[in-house]
Nanobody, 125 residues
Framework: QVHLMESGGGLVQAGDSLRLSCAASGRTFRWRNMGWFRQAPGKEREFVAHIRWSDGSTSYADSVKGRFTISRDNAKNTVYLQMNSLKPEDTAVYYC??????????????????WGQGTQVTVSS
């Protein structure tokens, strides 16, 4: 069983950077594919980024590609999301998630079965 807790959110101005952290508990963390999602008010939760445990390969939503970077440190049981060149449209609650074991991955909420409580990111113009 993996438990997740996000931190690092806050209020920033457009163009600034933030780094979100997701601390995981549980011995199986290092074998779990991990993702970041976000949800803005009145909108559905959307995929942001994903990282595989086996080879560290990554995937990104088109809206964040080139600006955001997902990484993981298995020794610290932590996943990071480095967010650069932030825009007001990046404002949302950001969630860390652990993917289901097995099956085919897709950039949807259905691929993930464990979620953190979320951290608010607000970008002012």
């Amino acid at each position: 069983q993996v438990h997740l807790m996000e931190s690092g959110g806050g209020l920033v101005q457009a163009g600034d950077s933030l780094r979100l952290s997701c601390a995981a508990s549980g011995r199986t963390f290092r074998w779990r594919n991990m993702g970041w999602f976000r949800q803005a008010p009145g909108k559905e939760r959307e995929f942001v980024a994903h990282i595989r445990w086996s080879d560290g390969s990554t995937s990104y939503a088109d809206s964040v590609k080139g600006r955001f970077t997902i990484s993981r440190d298995n020794a610290k049981n932590t996943v990071y999301l480095q967010m650069n060149s932030l825009k007001p449209e990046d404002t949302a609650v950001y969630y860390c998630a652990a993917a289901r074991s097995g099956g085919t991955w897709s950039p949807t909420v259905y691929t993930y079965d464990t979620w953190g409580q979320g951290t608010q990111v607000t970008v002012s113009s």
